[in-house]
């Protein structure tokens, strides 16, 4: 059994989820439960096979183990009952690299980029950053999780859009996107020839609750199969995104060939010596981990949810099908997007994401992480209850 009870203090290791909170939430007496990485220990596996290449005592230029590819390709087909080919895969130095590369390669200046809002906030930026336009087709709340809304998407698309990006599973609500919604989205996407792009970083993620398995876009059709760009990573299931371990997963060759065009004329050769090690013992030892990690998860979520429910009614959490990010309706606090920050910042010392990053749909809302102990979220909690009876509401 893995503990992930102990508390590691991450001071003095240039943590963003630390150093920033000063700039971000105007305090730093505060417990950061933000971005989007563990307060677990990342896993021994992983931490071995770092400290194993460290005996050698020349970090030189180093190719791919052999065996990253293969690897990653069975966990990949295991996991997610993919029938990849082992050369639709290519290395990318992080997801968010690669939908800005896919960006640069397959739109041009003034294309219209679609993203479905709420959603993890970066898919605006490597959108209108690289001088393309966004176009958000939001989703709609509805039985306390999110659906896409298929009329909306129909009227947004224009002779213009030549992009979406997907958020499979989705950041911040933690929905798994079954095959059938799937499905109506490569039929849209088809019928208007416009590429997916499809970020898969919380697919490991699914969580024991979740009556639904994690599909693959590029798997529910011949169509999507053949126009989908597939981004996937070990970094964030298995707690090392500072690796910057990706992978890209591109089937259809010419559009494999345009990518691997853009990386070499850019000079982005490839991964750290570290990230293609660290990607491959995640793979080879961490099925046991990965689950005991989501039990963990799962459970955390479940005490805040009840929490919340028995004591502060006010606050409603979407509960996640995957990962371990809570997306905290607080609308019944009665207070702005602004003001409700405030109050979480610096009357219950609590540091969550503002929901307002999101986009259209994360207005009165926060992103609670609640991959840390169990007793740093009942401290969290208590926090949240003190200030908020203060309130009276
Ligand atoms: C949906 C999604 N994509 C990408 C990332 C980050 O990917 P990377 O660190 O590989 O750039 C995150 C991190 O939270 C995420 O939630």
């Known amino acids: 059994m893995y503990n992930f009870d102990e508390i590691i203090d991450r001071h003095n290791t240039n943590c963003i989820k630390i150093e920033r909170c000063q700039e971000l939430f105007g305090t730093r007496d505060i417990l950061p439960l933000w971005v989007a990485d563990m307060d677990f220990r990342t896993p021994d596996f992983v931490l071995d096979a770092i400290k194993q ?5 020349i970090l030189g230029y180093t190719l791919p183990s052999p065996d990253f590819a293969t690897v990653t390709r069975q966990w990949i087909a295991t996991h997610h009952d993919w029938n990849l080919r082992q050369e639709w895969l290519g290395f990318v130095p992080g997801i968010v690299p690669g939908l800005a590369f896919a960006i640069q390669t397959f739109t041009h200046a003034g294309d219209e980029v679609i993203v479905q809002p709420p959603v993890y906030y970066p898919f605006f ?4 950053n690289n001088g393309r336009t966004l176009v958000c087709n939001q989703l709609i709340e509805n039985d306390g999780k999110y659906v896409m809304d298929f009329e909306d998407l129909e009227q947004k698309i224009s002779d213009k859009t030549r992009l979406l990006i997907l958020c499979n599973p989705h950041n911040p609500g933690g929905r798994v996107w079954n095959r059938d919604e799937l499905q109506r989205l490569a039929q849209i996407c088809e019928k208007h020839n416009i590429l997916v792009v499809s ?7 699914v969580l024991p609750s979740s009556r639904d398995r994690h599909t693959v876009f590029a798997d529910v059709s011949a169509w999507a199969e053949q126009n989908t760009i597939t981004f996937m990573s070990p970094s964030k299931v298995f707690n090392m995104p500072g690796l910057i371990s990706s992978c890209s997963i591109i089937a259809n060759e010419q559009l494999r060939l345009q990518f691997q065009r853009f990386l070499e004329a850019s000079e982005i050769q490839g991964g750290n010596i570290f990230a293609y090690l660290a990607a491959e013992a995640a793979y080879n030892h961490g099925e046991t981990w990965r689950c005991e ?8 979520i479940d005490y805040v949810a009840d929490f919340l429910k028995t004591n502060i009614p006010q606050i409603v959490p979407m509960l996640p099908q995957a990962s371990f990010l809570l997306w905290l309706d607080c ?4 207070m702005e997007s602004d003001e409700l920050h405030r109050f979480f910042a610096l009357k219950a010392h609590l540091g969550l994401n503002k929901g307002t990053i999101f986009g259209a749909g994360g207005e009165y809302h926060l992103r609670l992480n609640v991959a840390c102990p169990q007793s740093v979220l009942q401290t969290a909690m208590q926090q949240l209850l003190s200030s908020v009876r203060s309130l009276n509401v």
């Not at 290449?53 to 005592?57: F, Y």
């Not at 930026?125 to 209108?128: A, M, Q, T």
């Not at 609308?331 to 009665?334: D, M, S, T």
């Open 293 to 300: 990690m989501l039990n963990y998860v799962q459970k955390n």
């Open 331 to 334: 609308r019944k606090l009665g």
């Open 53 to 57: 290449r460290l005996e050698h005592p």
């Open 125 to 128: 930026n490597v959108v209108k």
């Open 199 to 205: 970020d898969e970083i919380h697919a490991d993620m």
